[in-house]
């Protein structure tokens, strides 16, 4: 009696995996039309064959993001069609894509061709040798440098990858800037602009400042009660127990109140005051306590809400204004299926301090993040020429417009004349204009080969902070003299 | 006579008053799950009702007609399902041994087996990873992102477990019965297969589905030991919630599915557990 | 006849699967454990550090804090769900109408992968989209917010536990307490103990061996529990629900500290063994007595 339902039980197991798998076999990949031009496959092809890397397999592994799946879904394929070099590029989460990159260079082994090297990693991959010389490797193998590939068409994003000497790691592919986007709609009612004068004596109007900043959210907050809205003044990326709130603080907030490099002194390698640093500095307070305060201000969710529920929260209509990554701009202003406020999206440049934008003009400063990222070639990587095939492949001019708009992402110069970008940047207040022309006010993280361990011993007090537990004051001192001792540990700053 | 009645009355109240209670509890989170799967992303943030309005079948559709979801699933299935007959049939043997033989040592061997389990797992993953890429490896073949290496990683989980579950059941199974079959001649493989397997069914049976809850669950390790071939279906499933964070009505849709195959086998399994439990605590 | 050679090879595939799956990785974390090894800190490769690890861990606030927080998250959760199952497996040992209905729905949550269980929690509980925030503020006015408060965060990764695995204790229970003789029981309620002192003399003293090995199995995973909370708070707010697993993860993944991630995981390891041990050698000796 046992033994027979157990056989039946396994039986329709079996069953049930080889219908599964039969549709696995029934159902082919989807490949859309190859962006390629037809004139260069005989290139591809024989460079290609030149290489013997015909019927090679390379595998890299990505972030799970419009952009990469982008790069696996349409250029893998037609890549393949023209050279004949399968890629298998593996889009997984955020933390797992580091844990897996790392051991795999750390311990050699080889297993992925390329990996995906954020703007803000790149310095600990320099740091410990993990990463191929491009420039040095194209140098090598000029049979198979492709007259379509040339470093020089990159925007400056380009320079994040660069050694001392101006050799170039990883070729970018993807690249935004944190922005601020407010709700055309709400500020462009009559009524809400004559109610906003009548209470604070001066027009609505995007924030410039970080007082005019928190006079729109009061004012949008109480709006919201007022009318019966499940509607908030800002946004905050405020997760408590994420690095993402760490991120929002030291790359968006704390720049706009002049304080940069996460407060951390680049000569001495020291975070506190007293030693040198900034990180726990008056302006570093003032910046922590005024983003803290939106808190009031900010849908329930905010301390919850890593960068991707704070671009919920926004195309959901719950925010009146915010710091929003660029990547969320587009689908946030565009997409009926995924946002309610379509056509109501505003971008502007985020509200600073007095002095911040005339130092971010002169380059001694920045008003915000410029996040990005691009693919590398790891030292242990067995398929190297092959390898840099496909890099060459998605550094090509013609591939990048339809990338661009698939996950918007700008990495060169003449992507952003190219009739579909333009037709997405009318769609959003001109953000792509508004990120060529602004872009050079905005910078990445700053060139710390210890970033991911520094930021897990500062996050905690940054977390205390945004749900009480401390003070804006006490959480930066506790951080910054944490910040101290753990940069000591890693051999910084003895 | 008739506070009797009484007491009876108020003892049914209060029996299905906590049966129903505990029934809510245990259903609103899966049926939660379920109403938020049926949701658009425009939906998303609509006022919190627990009706399903409307069906967006898309949250279905697409994983199910993605190709590598599918080979995910695929791979879910034959994992756990090798890693439970591996583990049961080891289980057998080894308990069977513990049991029937005064082996110097089994008493250790017994915990020591157990403590296999204890370890938090994070600080485990470099060392296997290690072992996987580089002790294991025949040319270009290693056992990483392979089907093979999670069903032996999984035997340190489920392992310790199934000894312990089947060394009481063992125990409780006269050794007198052995030697009877012994006198009639029997072999030692004759005992176990007609003798012993046919009493300890009930303990294989719960062997068996704890241990292929527990690897078809088992996420940390199948995260960072597969890349393509061999991912199953919770790292599927961890990738879009920490990805498409915003995307939680197909994330919905993905977390029920993935929890459908392990719901049908548990109600077609649910009353050997009742009997298989014991753990041998109980001598009967 | 009965040479042990035979019990040996029965043994041995299970002994070598361990060895090099289970043990074998030990013997690498116990040797990284002995050396100071970030591959992204100032100084490349591994230097010697001897016990130093294990001696900053003693004087390791934020770790004694996450040991502390992690021993009573399970003792909570564990002496919940051992009151509640055994209440509810005492209800099912009786055959009453329905009883094979609510018990199948109420074993569901077993089978969920911890990290679904953690996805689920988390829609439930995301204020202006999950049903537990909205109705707590309608109906009693209770700013349920679990990126801010501390207090609700730990609660609501208690009652999770609760949720996910009663079930289990209640089945383990009740297959114990149908196992269990009942000429005892008959015997005393012939011989006139009330309810109480049935429950408190005989069924309490003849589930002992049950109940020790629930907790001992609860325990072990509890202490050594992850996916689900770090799916639903992911340790927050702050360090609130930042347990050791938690932190062992955070120490030896994001931050890369090998060598003390190493050292940290060996501790707890041999606290939760010692602890465990003191509760096989209870049951052992249960299982003396009765014998």
């Known amino acids: ?494 | 006579m008739k506070s009797s009645v009484m007491r009876n009355a108020l003892g049914w109240v209060g029996l299905y008053g906590l049966w129903t209670t505990m029934i809510v509890v245990t259903i609103i989170p899966i049926y939660w799950m379920i109403v938020v799967s049926a949701r658009s992303r425009v939906e998303l943030f609509d006022a919190p009702t627990l009706l399903i309005k409307s069906f967006y079948a898309p949250n279905y559709l697409k994983p199910l007609t993605d190709p590598i979801f599918q080979r995910y699933l695929v791979n879910s299935l034959v994992i756990a399902t090798s890693n439970a007959l591996l583990v049961t049939a080891l289980a057998l043997l080894a308990t069977y041994a513990l049991s029937r033989w005064r082996l110097p040592g089994a008493d250790n061997i017994f915990f020591w087996t157990i403590t296999q389990r204890m370890a938090p797992p994070a600080a485990f993953v470099l060392p296997i990873f290690l072992i996987y890429t580089r002790v294991f490896k025949i040319g270009d073949w290693t056992l990483f992102d392979t089907q093979l290496g999670l069903i032996l990683l999984y035997c340190v989980f489920n392992l310790p477990f199934a000894v312990w579950l089947m060394k009481g059941i063992m125990d409780g199974i006269p050794v007198e019965l052995d030697e009877a079959a012994f006198v009639d001649g029997a072999g030692r493989w004759t005992v176990l297969a007609r003798v012993v397997v046919p009493l300890v069914a009930p303990g294989l049976a719960i062997t068996f589905i704890l241990s292929w809850i527990f690897a078809w669950n088992e996420y940390l390790f199948a995260a960072n030991l597969t890349s393509v071939n061999a991912r199953t279906i919770t790292t599927g499933l961890a990738a879009f919630v920490s990805v498409t964070g915003t995307n939680w009505g197909e994330m919905a849709a993905v977390a029920t599915l993935a929890i459908l195959p392990a719901l049908i086998f548990l109600v077609f399994v649910q009353r050997y557990i009742v009997t298989g439990l014991t753990f041998g605590a109980v001598k009967e | ?291």
């Open chain 1, 1 to 494: 009696m046992f033994k027979h339902k157990l056989t039946v039980m396994l039986g329709i197991l079996v069953l049930f995996s080889m219908v599964l798998s039969g549709c696995a076999a029934a159902v082919p990949a989807a490949q859309p039309a190859a962006p390629a031009a037809e004139g260069e496959a005989s290139w591809w092809k024989t460079a290609s064959q030149s290489a013997s890397c015909e019927g090679v397999t390379i595998r890299g592994i990505s972030e799970s993001t419009p952009p990469s799946n982008f790069a696996r879904e349409t250029l893998a394929p037609a890549f393949q069609a023209e050279t004949g070099i399968t890629v298998e590029l593996e889009t997984t989460s955020w933390d797992e894509m580091y844990n897996k990159a790392i051991n795999d260079m750390q311990a050699g082994t080889g297993i992925y061709d390329f990996v995906y090297i954020e703007q803000d990693i790149i310095y600990q991959y320099l740091a410990n040798n993990y990463l191929v010389n491009l420039t040095q490797l194209l140098a090598d193998n000029p049979n198979l440098a492709s007259p379509d590939f040339d470093f020089a068409k990159f925007t400056s994003f380009i320079d994040n990858f660069k050694d001392a000497d101006g050799n170039i790691y990883g070729v970018p592919m993807e690249a935004f800037v944190k922005i601020y986007l407010y709700r055309l709609d709400l500020f462009n009612d009559p009524a809400i602009q004559e109610a906003f004068a009548a209470e604070y004596g001066y027009d609505l109007a995007p924030a410039t400042t970080h007082q005019q900043y928190q006079d729109n959210a009061t004012f949008f907050t109480q709006y919201g009660t007022d009318n019966g809205l499940e509607l908030w003044g800002t946004t905050v990326q405020g997760n408590t127990g994420h690095a993402s709130s760490f991120y929002e603080f030291f790359e968006s907030i704390a720049p706009t109140f002049g304080v940069y490099n996460w407060g951390i002194n680049s000569e001495n390698w020291k975070a506190t005051v007293e030693n040198g640093g900034g990180m726990n500095s008056d302006a570093a307070k003032e910046a922590l306590a005024f983003w803290v305060g939106l808190l009031q201000y900010a849908p329930p969710e905010a301390t919850q809400s890593t960068w991707d529920e704070v671009a919920a929260s926004f195309a959901a209509g719950r925010a009146a204004q915010g710091w929003v990554y660029g990547e969320n701009a587009a689908w946030i202003a565009t997409d009926p299926d995924r946002s309610k406020v379509v056509g109501n999206v505003g971008v502007a440049l985020p509200p600073v301090s007095e002095g911040v934008m005339e130092a971010a003009a002169d380059g001694s400063g920045y008003i915000g993040y410029y996040d990005g990222g691009s693919f590398g070639l790891p030292v242990s990587s067995k398929n190297q020429q092959c390898t840099l095939l496909w890099l060459e492949y998605i550094g090509q001019e013609s591939v990048q417009a339809d990338w661009a708009v698939a996950g918007s992402r700008i990495v060169m110069e003449s992507t952003y004349d190219d009739p579909k970008v333009q037709e997405v940047d009318a769609k959003t207040d001109n953000y792509y204009t508004l990120m060529k022309d602004e872009g050079p006010l905005f910078r990445g993280a700053p060139p710390f080969p210890f970033h991911s361990a520094l930021r897990e011993v500062v996050q905690p007090f940054i977390w205390k902070a945004l749900s009480g537990e401390l003070t804006a004051a006490d959480a930066l001192d506790q951080a910054a003299a944490a910040a101290d001792a753990e940069l000591v540990n890693l051999g910084y700053g003895q």
């Open chain 3, 1 to 291: 006849m009965r040479s042990n050679r035979m019990g040996w090879a029965l043994l041995a595939p299970t002994l070598a699967i361990l060895a090099v799956v289970g043990f074998l990785p030990f013997l690498y974390v116990l040797y990284v454990g002995l050396f100071d090894w970030n591959p992204f800190s100032n100084q490349l490769g591994m230097q010697w550090a001897a016990v130093n690890n294990y001696r900053r861990l003693v004087f390791d606030g934020a770790f004694l804090d996450s040991l502390w927080r992690t021993g009573l998250f399970a003792f909570v959760s564990v002496s919940i769900e051992l009151s509640l199952g055994f209440l509810l497996a005492q209800t099912l040992v009786k055959n009453f109408p329905g009883r094979t209905v609510f018990r199948t729905l109420y074993v569901l949550p077993l089978v969920m992968a911890p990290i679904a269980v953690g996805a689920t929690w988390r829609l439930l509980t995301i204020p202006g989209f999950g049903p537990i925030p909205y109705f707590l503020d309608k109906w009693f006015g209770i700013d349920y917010r679990l990126g801010t408060f501390a207090d609700q965060a730990f609660l609501t990764v208690v009652l999770m536990d609760v949720w996910h695995w009663t079930p289990f204790v209640t089945l383990t229970l009740l297959a114990g307490l149908t196992a269990m003789p009942k000429e005892p029981l008959e015997q005393a309620q012939v011989d006139g103990a009330n309810r109480w002192q049935v429950f408190r003399y005989l069924t309490i003293p003849m589930m002992m061996p049950v109940l020790l090995t629930v907790i001992f199995i609860r325990l072990m995973d509890a202490l050594r529990v992850v996916d689900e909370v770090f799916m639903l708070t992911s340790g927050g707010p702050g360090t609130a629900t930042q347990f050791i697993g938690i932190h062992i993860y955070r120490v030896v993944v994001p931050k890369t500290d090998y060598g003390y991630g190493s050292a940290m995981s060996l501790l707890v390891l041999y606290f939760t063994i010692v602890l465990c041990w003191l509760l096989f050698i209870a049951l052992a000796q249960v299982g003396k007595q009765r014998e």
